[in-house]
Antibody, heavy 120, light 109 residues
Framework: EVQLVESGGGLVQPGGSLRLSCAASGFTVSINYMSWVRQAAGKGLEWVSVIYSGGRTYYADSVKGRFTISRDNSKNTVYLQMSSLRGDDTAVYYC??????????????WGQGTLVTVSS | QSALTQPASVSGSPGQSITISCTGTSSDVGGYNYVSWYQQQPGKAPKVIIYEVTNRPSGVSYRFSGSKSGNTASLTIFGLQAEDEADYYCSSYTTSSTFVFGTGTKVTV
């Protein structure tokens, strides 16, 4: 069974840093693409970043240069290193895995989310 | 990386059908058949209900149907039920190897 468990969220001051973790089970993170998606309170979903099986990484313009996605194959875990945090980064952050199917270009599995609050 | 455009809200009576539109560009919705739809209940993680424009994952009701024409995708819910009340989001893979979500639609039954 595919499971994704996020952790690392919390309260951080503006300008600070935080690292989110997404521990995966039931599959291998290195052979699937993994994304981070966030949702501010009462707002819609916003795609943040993706790491593909080959290691390529991409980011939303809103986080480019401040966030870094990575993975540790030995721990079967994906990370999101966030720095220079701002108030508008406050959101629930979800980890998601590619879906099944011919292309897999959709998010078929989601974690429960971890809350990041940026405030002084 | 502009969000795909969806109506803010759609409502219908039990048993009716409703359609939610999702408008993008030739760089996302119109560029590939990689449009997906997600249902999100309050306080829960999103759940995929349609992928690759028209495909339903195992376990998703046949009452959910997807389609696409040009740069606009659509989700139709047939035979609306009280349990369908939720937020719905479209999403697309893009020509930049990224993803984009829609603005979201609140469905009221």
């Amino acid at each position: 069974e595919v499971q994704l468990v996020e952790s690392g969220g919390g309260l951080v001051q503006p300008g600070g840093s935080l690292r989110l973790s997404c521990a995966a089970s039931g599959f291998t993170v290195s052979i699937n693409y993994m994304s981070w998606v966030r949702q501010a309170a009462g707002k819609g979903l916003e795609w943040v970043s993706v790491i593909y099986s080959g290691g390529r990484t991409y980011y939303a313009d809103s986080v480019k240069g401040r966030f870094t996605i990575s993975r540790d194959n030995s721990k079967n875990t994906v990370y999101l290193q966030m720095s220079s945090l701002r108030g508008d980064d406050t959101a629930v952050y979800y980890c998601a895995r590619e879906g099944l199917g011919s292309s897999g270009y959709y998010h078929g599995y989601w974690g429960q989310g971890t809350l990041v609050t940026v405030s002084s | 990386q502009s969000a795909l455009t969806q109506p803010a809200s759609v409502s219908g009576s039990p048993g009716q059908s409703i359609t939610i539109s999702c408008t993008g560009t030739s760089s996302d919705v119109g560029g590939y058949n990689y449009v997906s739809w997600y249902q999100q209940q309050p306080g829960k993680a999103p759940k995929v209900i349609i992928y690759e424009v028209t495909n339903r994952p195992s376990g998703v009701s046949y009452r959910f149907s997807g389609s696409k024409s040009g740069n606009t995708a659509s989700l139709t819910i047939f035979g609306l039920q009280a349990e369908d009340e939720a937020d719905y989001y479209c999403s697309s893979y893009t020509t930049s190897s990224t993803f984009v979500f829609g603005t979201g639609t609140k469905v009221t039954v």
